[in-house]
T-cell receptor
């Protein structure tokens, strides 16, 4: 089956620091997505990437679809307390369902 | 526009019982997907329904089943509950289904505890 490796599993950072997390896959995919899950809520889509090499920003968030189509990273600049949550990468190809990574749990220390 | 609504939010069952969870998608969305979320395994795909038809099914035993009604509302059922079924069950809706952009709108989930 598809293998998605997301790292790190968890991070503790100071408010104002930048954050970087990534996902790698054993297979090639057409779409990478990044979701965030706040405590007690369902995941919410942050950024979607549809082309190899694509770099997309959404406010303080920046994500890239790797050239090899097997990896993606998400950066958060100048972290704030509301960035706390679990970040999931997800990938898909064709009509197959989304496959999610196991998540990166982010804690921000004020 | 109302979001995805899942009921119940919390429930406790004992081994061997069965449970039914309900999901109302965003108005106009025809696709409903179900995921199981556990700390160790992350989000695992259960199944997707589109216009009352099961479109995809994940790697779960036959004790897990689902259906979708003509109004796009969906239910999932787990029979003969096991301790390992304790999890957050997330429902997600989308306009055209997962074959499209991959953007899913999730509900808050139903947290099932099996004792």
């Amino acid at each position: 089956g598809q293998q998605l490796n997301q790292s790190p599993q968890s991070m503790f950072i100071q408010e104002g620091e930048d954050v970087s997390m990534n996902c790698t896959s054993s297979s090639i995919f057409n779409t990478w997505l990044w979701y965030k899950q706040d405590p007690g809520e369902g995941p919410v889509l942050l950024i979607a990437l549809y082309k190899a090499g694509e770099l997309t920003s959404n406010g303080r968030l920046t994500a890239q679809f790797g050239i090899t189509r097997k990896d993606s990273f998400l950066n958060i600049s100048a972290s704030i307390p509301s960035d706390v949550g679990i970040y999931f990468c997800a990938e898909k190809s064709g009509n197959t369902p989304l496959v999610f990574g196991k998540g990166t749990r982010l804690s921000v220390i004020a | 526009k109302a979001g995805v609504t899942q009921t119940p939010r919390y429930l406790i069952k004992t081994r061997g019982q069965q449970v039914t969870l309900s999901c109302s998608p965003i108005s106009g969305h025809r696709s409903v997907s179900w995921y199981q979320q556990t700390p160790g395994q992350g989000l695992q795909f259960l199944f997707e329904y589109f216009s009352e038809t099961q479109r995809n099914k994940g790697n779960f035993p036959g004790r897990f089943s689902g259906r979708q009604f003509s109004n796009s509302r969906s239910e999932m059922n787990v029979s003969t509950l096991e301790l390992g079924d304790s999890a957050l069950y997330l429902c997600a809706s989308s306009l055209q289904g997962q074959g499209n952009t991959g953007e899913l709108f999730f509900g808050e989930g139903s947290r099932l505890t099996v004792l």
